[in-house]
């Protein structure tokens, strides 16, 4: 998968690293067969306790089918489009089958799934990508970003 391939999943929208401890670049590394999932999403206003139950919940299942969180970002400004996540939000999965399987899975492990998605994230939007070949790329926050789909 080409980065070009991979901004058009994207609205046109500019981000900025939100994560206070990361550095100005952000770098990301997938090898051949694993699985890169994007997220735009917006998480409702008092999510705190939300979030929190979603992580004890859902996130420990994730991880036994292999999943890793990555750095994400806060999208700041909308220049086109409809839809206004306000956050992006990469994964990382081993491989296809695990990915497909904590889907196939994961409402018979944690049987109000999706429940506690919707009730925390009134916009969610995902799609992931099997990588075809290792893959790198790094986001420096202090330039300008706009990523957009057509």
């Known amino acids: 998968m080409t980065l070009r391939t991979f901004a058009l999943v994207f609205f046109s ?17 997938y090898k051949k067969g ?15 306790e939300k979030f929190d139950t979603y992580k004890k919940t859902i996130y420990p299942v994730g991880y036994e089918y292999s999943y890793r969180p990555q750095n994400g970002f806060r999208i700041s ?6 839809h206004l996540p306000s956050n992006l939000i990469f994964g990382k999965w081993e491989n296809k089958q695990k990915r497909e399987a904590f889907l196939a899975n994961i409402s ?12 925390l994230f009134p916009y969610f939007d995902l799609t992931y ?4 070949k ?11 970003n706009v990523v957009n789909s057509f």
């Not at 694993?34 to 705190?48: F, G, H, Q």
């Not at 990508?129 to 075809?132: A, G, N, V």
């Open 13 to 29: 929208l500019t981000f900025f690293n939100s994560n206070a401890q990361s550095k100005e670049v952000t770098s990301y590394s």
């Open 34 to 48: 694993e699985i890169l999932d994007v997220m735009l999403l917006t998480m409702v206003s008092d999510s705190k």
């Open 77 to 82: 400004k909308l220049t086109l489009g409809t």
């Open 108 to 119: 018979k492990r944690v049987s109000d799934f999706h429940k506690q998605r919707r009730e």
């Open 129 to 132: 990508y099997e990588m075809q």
């Open 134 to 144: 290792d893959v790198s790329f790094s986001i420096n926050k202090k330039k300008y």
